[in-house]
């Protein structure tokens, strides 16, 4: 089994490849195929995924590459890619996944429909400015294949060039995804 990092709206950044490299990640699939962009915060990483690529665009971009792999896979989503990661969760594609973690994916709140065909961990922030999380909970958390929990951080704690980036929380996640993913905690 190998295992997919599927990246936030700032895509691979040096950080992103240390954690996949933390947790044993055979590829890494992001919004902009691999290129490096160094935003320089939120607001223009956020800007430059919606007009550019899309939630539709990086599902395509995800399904092609879970639709290449002929062995079981398990799948780490950061926000956007959270996002993209439940909605592949009901494609018929998406057989060789196994299981998946996505950490605040908020655009979930936008497809409460979706039954997922694989495990899905969905990792919640405290509070999002924008919908009620402990709502969006009740709504998903009796579906089947799906669990959730809900973190004392703020969306996008696990990521070091977020504003909400917290240490302890991406110390305790890491820990997490390192003894799920069965690998030493380095």
């Not at 497809?111 to 495990?119: S, V």
């Not at 991406?170 to 003894?179: A, G, I, P, V, W």
Request: charged share 20%; net charge negative; aromatic share 12%.
């Amino acid at each position: 089994m190998s295992i997919i990092i599927v990246s936030d709206i700032f895509g691979v950044t040096p950080a992103l490849l240390h954690m996949a490299e933390k947790v044993g990640a055979t590829n890494v699939v992001d919004p902009y195929e691999g290129r490096s962009m160094a935003f320089q915060n939120e607001a223009d990483a956020y800007s430059y995924f919606v007009e550019t690529v899309g939630l539709d665009k990086y599902l395509a971009a995800l399904l092609k590459v879970v639709e290449s792999v002929d062995h079981q896979v398990t799948l780490i989503g950061f926000s956007v890619g959270a996002s993209v990661v439940w909605r592949l969760s009901e494609l018929k594609g998406s057989s060789t996944v196994k299981h998946a973690i996505c950490y605040y994916g908020s655009q979930i709140r936008n497809f409460t429909e979706i039954e997922p065909k694989f495990k899905i961990n969905l990792v919640f922030p405290a509070s999002e400015p924008a919908f009620d999380v402990v709502a969006l909970q009740k709504v998903i958390a009796s579906k089947v294949n799906v669990k959730t929990d809900k973190v004392t951080y703020l969306h996008g704690f696990m990521n070091y060039h977020s504003s909400n980036y917290n240490e302890i929380g991406y110390k305790e996640q890491m820990d997490f995804l390192c003894s799920v993913t069965s690998l030493p905690i380095s």
